[in-house]
């Protein structure tokens, strides 16, 4: 069984901050990396940032590096991205999923996706 539960998500002015928490149980945990991605209608899932469970190396968009801090806690088995300075732009239904896979940023190399937690920036 696969399981990610996201939480954090909300309603911020422009230039402020949220802390999503990814909690992960079954099998999302024994996974190689985690990745954030976010959705808004009408488009593709956009990767936003990954980290490995065992190494903890970090990937992130371009356009969100010196923002956003992608972390874990493994005793946990807790994903956190830290949104720091958002923009509008940042808007959109943020989601957690495991992968096995080192090519973090497509959408395809994940399977199993949590129910996702909205993040609204107002300008």
Known sequence: QVQLVES????VQ???SLRLSCAASGRAASSYAVGWFRQVPG????????????AGSTYYL???KGRF???RDTAKKTVYLQMNSL???DTGVYSC???YSSDYRRPQSYKYWG????VTVSS
Not at 115 to 118: C, E, P, R
């Open 115 to 118: 129910q996702g937690t909205q």
């Open 97 to 99: 999923a495991p992968t």
């Open 62 to 64: 371009d356009s969100v």
């Open 69 to 71: 801090t992608i972390s």
């Open 14 to 16: 422009a230039g402020g």
């Open 8 to 11: 954090g998500g909300g309603l």
């Open 43 to 54: 488009k593709e899932r956009e990767f936003v940032a990954a980290i490995t469970w065992s």
């Open 87 to 89: 923009k509008p732009e």
